[in-house]
């Protein structure tokens, strides 16, 4: 490629394609109410929390930001605090805080249902109910072969 032909692409500011993407990673690390991966340590508090892990890390992303909107930031980095501080000997007792309690409570509705709000349900069908209930689907997911539904939950194999 030439200097010239690169330079055209660079567009009218002068930026090259790798400082675009270098400047959308920058912005991708940067912590806010964007829908973003959720981290290992949301992971780890799920599964304290609800049982076992949310398979669709976009799941946990969207209880995560929902719990931050409905509640606050702070609320939400306290309930993460604090089911870290948990361990199987006190994980059923109820959160000192209520604002973290109704948060702990509101964030295992999410991640068990999908639904953010009463008409929003963007991770109904990657919900934890789907993931511990094997023996049945969401409405709408077809299992495997035609009469699936008719067969005890014991030869379905999970499906």
Same mark, same amino acid.
């Given at each position: 490629m030439t200097t010239?032909?690169?330079? =055209?692409?660079?567009?009218?500011?002068?930026? /090259?394609?790798?400082?675009?993407?270098?400047?959308?990673?920058?912005?991708? /690390?940067?912590?806010?109410?964007a829908l973003a991966?959720?981290?290992? =340590?949301?992971?780890?508090?799920?599964?304290?929390?609800?049982?076992t892990r949310v398979a669709d890390p976009t799941v946990l992303a969207l209880a995560v930001n929902a719990i931050a909107s409905e509640f606050s930031e702070a609320t939400t980095e306290d309930l993460l605090r604090a089911v870290l501080a948990r361990d199987a000997a006190n994980i059923a007792e109820p959160f000192t805080d209520?604002?973290?309690?109704?948060?702990?409570?509101?964030?295992?509705?999410?991640v068990y249902t999908g639904a953010i709000g009463a008409s929003a349900t963007p991770g109904f069908h990657q919900a934890l109910a789907w993931q511990v209930l094997p023996f049945t689907k969401?409405? /709408?997911?077809?299992?495997?072969?035609?009469?699936?539904?008719?067969h005890p939950p014991d030869e379905r194999g999970g499906s």
């Open positions: 010239e032909f690169q330079n =055209s692409l660079a567009g009218p500011a002068g930026l /090259s394609r790798r400082a675009v993407l270098a400047g959308l990673a920058a912005l991708l /690390s940067l912590p806010g109410k991966a959720p981290t290992t =340590s949301w992971t780890v508090a799920t599964q304290i929390i609800a049982g209520p604002a973290v309690e109704a948060a702990a409570r509101r964030f295992v509705e999410i969401p409405p /709408s997911i077809c299992g495997k072969g035609f009469g699936w539904w008719t």
